[in-house]
């Protein structure tokens, strides 16, 4: 018995141990292009990092079939972060210090992202953020660049909408979680600019199961307009159902962070006339021909839908999609693989189309999108519709 | 007793020869990174040994406790131009302070009920660390500039090792002379029972609510530090998740035991850097090797295997 019990431990501790010896760098032949990668594939992010590194290995291995960037194939290095600023920082120092990489794309949110560049800007390595908050591009970091819109874009998109239809008084009731509230003080500073007076503005926890209370004073509030309501998840759903319930009959506006179609399914009836702004890509097959995104759109659409289902094509694999392609685009035209000339030939990306947009970088601006890169749609029929 | 004394410095002998033979090992940043991050685990996860291994108190709000001294350290720091090392010696008088106010309530409580509080107030300072944002910079987290001593800024992961390693050293000299002290045996008389202790005399109230505060120092020094060293903070690292990795390094490496808290700071972090190579069965084979641990060695590594040695080493005799 006695000798059965330690042949077991020993051998549970060898496996324990064995697994501790770090295993040796893989060797960085010259004929690869390695393009290092850090996505939230886990955790409370993985609705972003799941598409984004699909995408990425997707289009990886298609452009690889087709003889590769400069002759040479392109190798994926991946990490996971869980969306864990701290994880990201060593798994960027990973792919910098160990794996040598040529160039940097992920980072699903905002947090790993900023938690990472000082990192990146020092080691001089060209770099496409995946996440959204303004503070990636400004003020303009030279080897940092990103493919998603702001929150910012979404207010001033939304709020030319309501300029438009005569709207300038309005309420704002705002989730706590890092989207809503980096959404709401975006809102609330370029509201004046728009002429936009906000009357009343309310919060929700991003766990909360009913506003009523919140969206009763800004019914009892005179002279409201409109409500807007910055948030993710399930509680736009809610508030979307209990301002229903509570007849108020002003226009409500949500934000591109419900632009899925889990958002309609949750509100249901309550979802019609809700307005939002979006990128083309969610309605791919509504645009006119004439759409310059038309094309990338349907094409991302149908091949990424082809492989994973409709259902799970998301802005968010796009938002990769357009990180890759920019960066192979970069290649092209630096012909070399030397960093500093792909960095420069980045910036000097004019007219390249994406599916978040018409993308034209430049020393000053290294997201590259304006306000048409988001579409105000509204629900009808528990479908999209654009508003043009 | 003259044994005992000589193993105990035979131990922190070897802890300083690894440390001062490591970097030979280690090739890059990356590597260096990894190590820092296992002494800064290991730091805090020997504090938390003395409470759960020790005095047989669990807590799961430890993140907490480092995630408010790394906020101060930077919001000090960053924003008010503090020196780091009087904003790290603030933090610890601080964190020492309100883990002394909480330690007498809270502690109170027993098993699962001790457990929830703790809990609850590590989530209570993650909320406030998130919502607070015009201070903390909210849930996308704020930099934090480089840690000065006088003059001489740290920046590389090289230069970070040896404070760290220095420090680690000096964490578990200390825990080592905690527990061999009065102080340790009343601790243990404790964690053995605490009716008995109280009849011979231990207060053991007193004594729990000392090594509470001791493990919250150790976290509040390690989240000062980490803070610089990072040069970014979250209200990640003071979530729920990362009081119980803690929680987990002190099961894996042993309890009552402090070099199986550095052993099993050392594996917890290290293992999942070397199981990325596994790709998508990377969490399935963690959770393997977890559960084989603790059932194959359930007294934690570094009992199990001593006592191994231990059975080895008899039989040997008997055979001669």
Not at chain 1, 92 to 98: A, E, P
Not at chain 1, 147 to 174: N, V, W, Y
Not at chain 2, 92 to 111: D, E, N, Q, S, Y
Request: with cysteine; proline share 3%; hydrophobic share 50%.
């Amino acid at each position: 018995m006695n000798s059965v019990l330690s042949r077991r431990a020993l051998l549970a501790a060898a496996a324990a141990f064995g697994m501790l010896t770090v295993t040796a760098a893989p060797s960085s032949a010259a004929d690869t292009i390695k393009v290092g990668t850090f996505l939230a594939v886990t955790g409370p992010a993985s609705f972003l990092g799941d598409p984004e590194l699909k995408t990425l290995q997707m289009y990886v291995d298609k452009i690889n079939e087709s003889g590769g960037v400069l002759g040479k194939k392109l190798e994926l290095v991946h990490y996971d972060t869980a969306a864990d600023p701290n994880k990201a920082v060593t798994f960027v120092k990973r792919l910098i210090d160990q794996d040598e990489v040529d160039v940097l794309l992920g980072g699903s949110a905002s947090g790993e992202t900023l938690a990472v560049m000082p990192m990146v800007e020092k080691a001089e390595i060209p770099y496409i953020s995946f996440a959204g908050a303004r503070k990636i591009v400004d003020p303009v970091q030279k080897w940092t660049f990103k493919t998603p819109h702001t929150d910012t874009m979404a207010c001033q998109k939304i709020f030319e909408d309501m300029k438009k239809r005569g709207l300038t008084k309005i309420g704002m009731i705002s989730g706590t979680d890092g989207f809503g509230a980096s959404m709401q003080a975006e809102c609330k500073s370029e509201a004046g600019k728009y002429g936009v007076d906000i009357l009343v503005d309310e919060t929700y926890g991003p766990k909360d199961t009913d506003m009523t209370a919140q969206l009763t004073k800004i019914k009892a509030t005179a002279g409201v307009q409109a409500v807007l309501n910055p948030g993710f998840g399930q509680g736009p759903a809610i508030v979307t159902k209990n301002f229903k319930q509570l007849g108020l009959n002003v226009p409500l506006y949500q934000s591109h962070g419900v632009a899925s179609k889990k958002f309609i399914e949750l509100a249901g009836d309550a979802a019609e006339g809700v307005r939002l702004p979006a990128a083309a890509l969610l309605v791919a097959d509504k645009l006119p021909d004439s759409d310059v995104q038309k094309k990338v759109v349907t094409a991302y659409t149908a091949e990424f839908g082809g492989k994973y289902g409709a259902e799970s094509v998301s802005t968010f694999g796009g938002h990769a999609y357009d990180g890759l392609m920019l960066i192979v685009d970069a290649y092209k035209r630096a012909g070399s693989t030397d960093k500093a000339k792909v960095r420069d030939a980045l910036e000097a990306t004019k007219g390249y189309v994406g599916t978040g947009g018409v993308v034209n970088f430049s020393a000053t601006d290294h997201m590259g999108l304006d306000l048409s890169a988001f579409r105000m749609l509204e629900i009808r029929n528990g479908d999209w519709t654009l508003v043009n | 007793m003259r044994s005992v004394l000589s193993s105990r410095w035979a131990g922190l002998l070897l802890l300083a020869v690894v440390i001062a033979l490591l970097p030979l090992a280690l090739k890059n940043n990356f590597q260096f990174d990894i190590a820092v991050r296992i002494g800064f685990n290991a730091i805090v996860v020997i504090g938390l040994n003395l409470l759960i291994g020790y005095a047989g108190q669990i807590s799961l709000g430890h993140a907490g406790f480092l995630g408010l001294a790394a906020y101060f350290s930077a919001i000090t720091v960053t924003r008010y131009g503090w020196p780091p090392l009087v904003s790290l010696l603030a933090a610890a008088a601080l964190v020492g302070l309100l883990a002394f106010i909480i330690a007498r309530p809270v502690l109170r409580l027993k098993g699962h009920y001790l457990a929830m509080a703790t809990l609850g107030l590590g989530i209570i300072i993650s909320i406030v660390l998130n919502q607070e944002a015009g201070l903390t910079g909210g849930p996308d987290g704020m930099a934090v500039d480089a840690f000065t001593i006088g003059s001489f800024k740290l920046v590389k992961a090289r230069e970070w090792y040896w404070l760290v390693g220095a420090l680690l050293w000096l964490a578990v000299w200390l825990s080592l002379n905690l527990i061999d002290s009065p102080v340790g045996r009343a601790l243990r008389a404790v964690h053995g029972s605490e009716v008995a202790a109280e009849v011979v005399g231990v207060d053991t109230t007193r004594y729990k609510v000392m090594v509470f505060v001791i493990s919250a120092v150790f976290a509040s020094v390690v989240g000062s530090l980490q803070a610089h060293y990072v040069a970014f903070i979250s209200p990640q690292q003071a979530g729920f998740f990362q009081s119980v990795e803690w929680v987990i390094m002190v099961v894996l490496g042993g309890m009552a035991s402090t070099y199986g808290a550095v052993i099993g700071a050392a594996i917890l972090t290290a293992l999942p850097q070397v199981l990325t190579a596994l790709e998508d069965y990377e969490h399935m084979i963690f959770g393997l090797i977890m559960m084989l641990v603790m059932i194959l060695l359930p007294k934690g590594i570094v009992p199990s295997l001593g006592a191994l040695l231990r059975r080895v080493s008899s039989k040997a005799e008997g055979g001669k």
